[in-house]
T-cell receptor
Framework: NAGVTQTPKFQVLKTGQSMTLQCAQD?????MYWYRQDPGMGLRLIYY???????DKGEVPNGYNVSRLNKREFSLRLESAAPSQTSVYFC??????????????FGPGTRLLVL | AQSVTQLGSHVSVSEGALVLLRCNYS??????LFWYVQYPNQGLQLLLK??????LVKGINGFEAEFKKSETSFHLTKPSAHMSDAAEYFC???????????FGEGTQLTVNP
């Protein structure tokens, strides 16, 4: 039981390049989330998926797109990377979006540097 | 809408001393509150959560937190700090948006020998 896995662990991009961050969970969770972590700002929600086939914008969606490929996988795409997207990206999952008490489980993160 | 404020971006304590990390929240609905810990170069893991049952919540590694509605606070404490407690700690609230979390800015805890 690996929990939430993310690839790659670290990536360097040049401004304007594109890339996709991959996330997978093996806990049979319905809901998945993408956050970015920046110093002094905590974690901010980029996009989330309540269930397979649905996605919604979070607090900071500009410059990103997501795909809920199936129940296990939720990818985050940067179409044209900008230096402001230099951050640590975390994927998380939970049993159900509607349950406010449910715990979110986090992956180990992807460190992205955009030059 | 909901928000979380963590007072003190850096807290330093001596090994064996009391740990107190402060969290105040704002929520338009009765809040559910969470403390997560992040060890260096790792993801976040849950320490404890308040979900409207007992106001004093006990978590892993000897941590506990008390929900005080009158003070809109959910401070994290541990009676005796250990070197292994050095990490970043995040308070979070889930409100009207289901299990979507709003995080505080984080508090970096340093434990000195």
């Amino acid at each position: 039981n690996a929990g939430v896995t993310q690839t790659p662990k670290f990536q360097v991009l040049k401004t304007g390049q594109s890339m996709t961050l991959q996330c997978a969970q093996d806990m049979n969770h319905n809901s998945m989330y993408w956050y970015r972590q920046d110093p002094g700002m905590g974690l901010r929600l980029i996009y989330y998926s309540a269930s397979e086939g649905t996605t919604d914008k979070g607090e900071v969606p500009n410059g990103y797109n997501v795909s809920r490929l199936n129940k296990r996988e939720f990818s985050l795409r940067l179409e044209s990377a900008a230096p402001s997207q230099t951050s640590v990206y975390f994927c998380a999952s939970s049993k159900a979006l509607w349950d406010r008490a449910v715990t979110q489980y986090f992956g180990p993160g992807t460190r992205l540097l955009v030059l | 809408a909901q928000s979380v404020t963590q007072l003190g971006s850096h807290v330093s304590v001596s090994e064996g001393a009391l740990v107190l990390l402060r969290c105040n929240y704002s929520s338009s609905v009765p809040p559910y509150l969470f403390w997560y810990v992040q060890y260096p170069n790792q993801g976040l893991q849950l320490l404890l959560k308040y979900t409207s049952a007992a106001t004093l919540v006990k978590g892993i590694n000897g941590f506990e937190a008390e929900f005080k509605k009158s003070e809109t606070s959910f401070h994290l404490t541990k009676p005796s700090a250990h070197m292994s407690d050095a990490a970043e700690y995040f308070c979070a609230v889930s409100g009207g948006g289901g299990s979507r979390l709003t995080f505080g800015e984080g508090t970096q805890l340093t434990v000195n020998p």
